[in-house]
């Protein structure tokens, strides 16, 4: 994953207890770089362009199934994304993670920071 300076990807986890106990279907689906995005079942119009929706980005990783073929462990997003950007930080250039997670419906939670050196920062949303 070189070239750019700016790489977004995405990670799929895994339905969590509270969402199996509750009856939670999984909506994300990941092809190749793209990440698709169905609508519940219970709110489908029949219309794939309104049910369905594709985003693709510099990568997408899936980590939701550990029996799938393409389950993105974290030594792989590490082997794909942390040793170029270590190695870019370590060079002295600036660098920086962005990284957040969704547990609830429309609820980011707060952002906190930590600094790993002088040139390289991780932003995590807990």
Same mark, same amino acid.
Request: negative net charge; charged residues 30%.
């Given at each position: &994953?070189? #070239? #750019? $300076? ?9 339905? $969590?207890?509270?969402?199996? !106990? %509750? +009856? !939670?279907?999984?909506?994300?689906? &990941?092809? #190749? /770089?793209?990440?698709i ?6 709110q %489908?119009t +029949?219309? @794939?362009? =309104?049910?369905?929706?594709a985003?693709? *980005?510099?990568?997408?990783y899936?980590s939701a199934d550990?029996? @799938?073929?393409?389950y993105?462990?974290?030594q792989?997003?590490? $082997?794909?994304? #942390?040793? =170029?950007l270590l190695?870019?930080? *370590?060079g002295?250039y600036n660098?920086?993670? *962005? !990284?957040?997670k *969704?547990?609830?419906? /429309? ?6 920071y930590?600094?790993? /050196?002088?040139? !390289? ?5 807990n």
């Open positions: &994953m070189s #070239g #750019g $300076n700016i790489k977004v990807v995405v990670r799929c986890r895994p339905l $969590n207890s509270r969402e199996i !106990a %509750r +009856g !939670a279907e999984g909506l994300i689906r &990941m092809e #190749g /770089d793209q990440t995005i169905s609508r519940p079942s219970d %489908r +029949g219309k @794939d362009s =309104e049910d369905i929706k985003f693709t *980005f510099d990568k997408s899936w550990k029996s @799938d073929p393409t993105a462990d974290q792989k997003v590490y $082997n794909d994304l #942390g040793e =170029e190695d870019h930080a *370590f002295g660098c920086c993670i *962005f !990284a957040c *969704f547990s609830e419906p /429309d609820k980011l939670e707060q952002l906190t930590q600094w790993i /050196d002088r040139h !390289a920062y991780i932003y995590i949303i």
